[in-house]
């Protein structure tokens, strides 16, 4: 995820009457079809990246390797687009047993780009006079006094879609690309996290403040990733539910759904279609376009409300979702953590896969192993969140070989517990540490103290690297049929962190001055670890011994 933009210091803006003076979508006449404009960057075979029009993107999905937006969260919206226009076009199985054999003999999605080149002209232009591809007209009233500019738009810019108390920053006029304000709007469809949103509810109604969240927020989405993006959308596609031509263009479309009005809190509505619940409206927003120096298309004003709330089922609708509990037992999607990393969860997946959970991970565990190494990967993305505040993509691809589930489910298992046991173990030699170090230490210095000998955050960032050679180990040299390929692997997994939260262990008593109770502290910590690493309740792998559980 890029790094958040510095806060612009607040400039001395245009008066109130410039800066709401607004100019008719009418008075320009401005086109932009991501049909047949580059709009997507893709990765071709030879590992160049080149942006792609929607329809490029069928037409030549074997040839090109994968999506490369600039997010991972722009990236995931982008496959749920073409997804959506999959099932548009009936370009998808029927079955669970056509599924199969479409992605044992690679089928081609070549009833897309048909599709796409019927579909009539006005409903696929972002900058419609009736129907703006993606957006809702209605907010056209309101752009004059509340549009911004398009820092609105980009979820790692907007904010809480205030930043500053006197909205200085949200006004900056950098406009965007055409290109990236599309991509923009698809990641706020889905993603985009509840608040309050920044317009005026006077004209509208009160409810067009009240954001929901999207309906990928607070949940980790899992996409099937194949060597080609032909064979990643095949890995994601099932057969569908409902009509087909139920693809949200636009907020005004005639024969879409029965939208929401603003005057009344929303009613959930259920998806009418696998087309529409992946192109799903979840913001109402609105661009202003102009045409740039060379006369390029480029979105310079903003407006974004209430959108589209869906009443979605576990099984039918969410296909990828990973059975997780909270802590009082409730069962929801697994969902992103801000203090645990989202390998450490992996088996998670796995498991999901075994337990023949639902659809995406039933088809999975359904198919034939074939060729050495991992063909398929299940890659995992989430937004965390502050309340309204979006802070970063989480993001994990872990490899799947049909047919090795368990064993890539008991690896990951207890690789996650060997890291997280050595983690226990360094905080408990860094609390050693700070007490003998600072026996009089205040209560609320404590804390301070103690992050001065603490190397877990060293430690776990360097764990995933090792973690993931693991699962690659175990598919590479391990067989279907093999009664243990993962036990080896563990103890050298293990024995790599443990000399790795050593020498972390290490770097940060050297903090400690050169006097005898600092050389107390360090040897009492680092006997400590020692004896953490020896006791019977340790992993096994971690004293070079092989696990039966």
């Given amino acids: 995820m890029p790094e958040a933009r510095a806060p612009v210091p607040a400039?001395?803006?245009?008066?109130?009457?410039?800066?709401?003076?607004w100019t008719p979508r009418s008075t320009e006449e401005l086109h932009w079809d991501p049909r047949y404009q580059p709009c997507i960057p893709a990765v071709a075979w030879?590992?160049?990246?080149?942006?792609?029009?929607?329809?490029?993107?069928?037409?030549?999905?074997?040839?090109?390797?994968?999506?490369?937006?600039?997010?991972?969260?722009?990236?995931?919206?982008?496959?749920e687009f073409l997804m959506a226009i999959c099932f548009a076009a009936e370009a998808c199985p029927s079955s669970d047993e056509e599924w199969r054999t479409w992605i044992a003999d690679p089928h081609a999605l070549d009833g897309a780009p048909g599709w796409l080149d019927d579909q009539p002209d006005d409903a696929w232009d972002l900058f419609?006079?009736?129907?703006?591809?993606?957006?809702?007209?209605?907010?056209?009233?309101?752009?004059?006094?509340s549009g911004t500019g398009t820092a609105q738009l980009v979820l790692e810019q907007v904010g809480d879609y205030h930043q500053h108390f006197d909205h200085h920053h949200l006004d900056r006029g950098d406009p965007l690309p055409a290109?990236?304000?599309?991509?923009?709007?698809?990641?706020?469809?889905?993603?985009?996290?509840?608040?309050?949103?920044?317009?005026?509810?006077?004209?509208?109604g009160a409810t067009v403040t009240n954001l929901a969240a999207g309906r990928l927020t607070g949940r980790i989405r899992v996409v099937a990733l194949g060597a080609t993006l032909g064979e990643t959308l095949r890995l994601n596609l099932y057969p569908p539910e409902g009509p087909g031509d139920c693809l949200n263009t636009s907020w005004t479309t005639p024969g879409s759904a029965e939208r929401r009005t603003f005057n009344k809190k929303a009613t959930p509505r259920v998806p009418?279609?696998?087309?529409?619940?992946?192109?799903?409206?979840?913001?109402?927003?609105?661009l202003r376009g102009r045409r740039g120096p060379d006369g390029d298309a480029l979105v310079d004003r903003v407006l974004i409300g209430a959108g589209e709330v869906l009443?979605?089922?576990?099984?039918?609708?969410?296909?990828?979702?990973?059975?997780?509990?909270?802590?009082?037992?409730?069962?929801?999607?697994?969902?992103?953590?801000?203090?645990?990393a989202l390998w450490q969860d992996a088996h998670a997946l796995y498991a999901a896969v075994v337990n023949r959970e639902n659809g995406l991970f039933t088809r999975l565990g359904s198919l034939a192993k074939r060729g050495v190494g991992a063909p398929y990967h299940m890659w995992a993305v989430g937004l965390l969140t502050n309340q309204a505040l979006p802070m970063a993509w989480t993001q994990g691809a872990y490899p799947y070989a049909p047919g090795m589930e368990r064993h890539l489910y008991h690896a990951s298992f207890?690789?996650?517990?060997?890291?997280?046991?050595?983690?226990?173990?360094?905080?408990?030699?860094?609390v050693l540490a700070m007490e003998t170090a600072h026996p009089a230490a205040h209560a609320a210095d404590k804390n301070h103290l103690l992050a001065r000998f603490d190397a877990r955050w060293l430690f776990w960032p360097d764990a995933a690297q090792p973690f993931y050679r693991l699962l690659d180990t175990v598919i590479r040299e391990g067989k279907v049929d093999d009664d243990d390929p993962v036990s080896a692997p563990l103890i050298e997994y293990a024995t790599i962190l443990v000399t790795s939260a050593r020498n972390h262990l290490t770097h940060r008593l050297d903090s400690l001055p050169p006097n005898s109770r600092s050389h107390h502290a360090r040897a009492r910590a680092e006997n400590r670890f020692e004896d953490e690493m020896a006791r019977a309740k340790a992993p096994a792998e971690i004293r070079g011994e092989i696990a039966h559980d």
Avoid at 272 to 286: K, M, T, V
């Fill in 414 to 430: 207890r690789g996650s517990k060997i890291a997280e046991y050595i983690a226990g173990s360094l905080k408990s030699a860094a």
């Fill in 11 to 21: 400039q001395r803006g245009p008066s109130s009457e410039q800066r709401f003076r």
């Fill in 128 to 145: 419609g006079s009736e129907h703006p591809l993606g957006q809702n007209l209605g907010l056209e009233p309101e752009m004059g006094r």
């Fill in 272 to 286: 009418r279609s696998s087309a529409d619940l992946h192109s799903a409206l979840g913001r109402s927003i609105l």
């Fill in 311 to 340: 009443e979605l089922d576990l099984r039918r609708h969410l296909q990828d979702a990973v059975p997780s509990r909270t802590m009082n037992g409730q069962e929801k999607p697994l969902w992103p953590s801000p203090t645990r």
């Fill in 46 to 79: 030879d590992g160049s990246t080149a942006h792609h029009s929607l329809h490029a993107l069928f037409t030549q999905a074997e040839r090109l390797v994968s999506i490369n937006c600039a997010t991972p969260g722009e990236t995931v919206a982008v496959i």
């Fill in 179 to 204: 290109a990236e304000a599309f991509r923009a709007m698809l990641t706020q469809h889905v993603y985009a996290p509840y608040g309050r949103a920044r317009i005026s509810g006077e004209k509208l």
